[in-house]
């Protein structure tokens, strides 16, 4: 099966400029996650949807970034605007269960560099 | 409070050599599941093991194994006779939750590296 797909794979942008993820997530999946994981640390969940609507977005910073998943498959993330302290990785991952609980199945990422 | 502790932040060990990472954490649920993932230099995490909270039995797969003893709130991973290939951050991860709304941490990572 096809993995979680991550697009673009980089990106350079200069603060205060805004810039958009891309995920599609295994086929099936109703659960999708995004994760900022900043260099040297684990990965911190930003937003978790079940389907298209959202169950958690507690740790995202509502001022700055924003996330849809509109029916219910593939999933944008952006951040508008950026600021230097959002450089890192930004993972996708989606789960066949509503906890993850079976494991994850992440994508390669989108490692974001903000100068 | 959830929380997962990976004191180790860099281990170097020679190929061929056993390496164990530990993973320690802290729930108040009494029903909680316990992870651990491989991120390679590629960058994308790896699933490698689910354990839940009722299952203490420890599990061998290949050359890794792993050691859940709840008594030390402990998760830890070995790996035997090590390769090159292993190298990568390894990170464990705690899931608890109920009523269907679960929360997923994950540790800080501890970076293996396998030197040839």
């Known amino acids: 099966e096809a993995g979680v797909a991550q697009s673009p794979r980089y990106k350079i942008i200069e603060k205060r400029q805004s810039v958009a993820f891309w995920c599609n997530p295994i086929?099936?999946?109703?659960?999708l996650y995004w994760y900022q994981q900043i260099l040297g640390q684990g990965p911190k969940l930003l937003i978790q949807f079940q389907n298209n609507g959202v169950v958690d977005d507690s740790q995202l910073p509502k001022d700055r970034f924003s996330a849809e998943r509109l029916k219910g498959v593939d999933s944008t993330l952006k951040i508008q605007p950026a600021k230097l302290e959002d450089s890192a990785v930004y993972l996708c991952a989606s789960s066949s269960d509503a906890g993850g609980n079976y494991g994850y199945t992440f994508g390669s990422g989108t490692r974001l560099t903000v100068v | 409070a959830q929380k997962v502790t990976q004191a180790q932040t860099e281990i170097s060990v020679v190929e061929k050599e056993d390496v164990t990472l530990d993973c320690v954490y802290e729930t108040r649920d009494t029903t909680y599941y316990l992870f651990w993932y491989k991120q390679p230099p590629s960058g994308e995490l790896v699933f490698l093991i689910r354990r839940n909270s009722f299952d203490e039995q420890n599990e061998i797969s290949g050359r890794y194994s792993w050691n859940f003893q709840k008594s030390t709130s402990s998760f830890n991973f070995t790996i035997t006779a090590s390769q090159v290939v292993d190298s990568a951050v390894y990170f464990c991860a705690l899931s608890e939750g109920n009523s269907g709304t679960y929360k997923y941490i994950f540790g800080t990572g501890t970076r293996l590296k396998v030197l040839a």
């Open positions: 086929s099936g999946h109703a659960t």
